[in-house]
């Protein structure tokens, strides 16, 4: 036996027929939070800024790789 039930309703009405909480202005309110927060980072972050910021990290970074395959080089020749 197959029983088929159709309910037309909307989303809001399905949420309070259930006991649901309204999310929908945290929802709004947070989102509006992180296009704020989104946009003053991207203002500062500008080029210049951000070369200043990953430019250490990257010479670094390719210094060790240069130490590394010295290294390797100097053991296989002792060998």
Do not use: Y
């Amino acid at each position: 036996m197959k029983v088929t039930v159709n309910i037309d309703c909307t989303p809001e009405e399905a949420r309070a027929f259930f006991g649901l909480p309204d999310v929908q202005p945290m929802q709004e309110h947070l989102m509006r939070e992180m296009q704020e927060r989104l946009s003053v980072n991207l203002k500062a972050m500008d080029p210049e800024t951000m070369i200043k910021t990953w430019l250490p990290t990257a010479v670094k970074g390719f210094e060790q790789w240069q130490d590394m395959v010295a290294s390797q080089m100097s053991s296989t020749r002792t060998k």
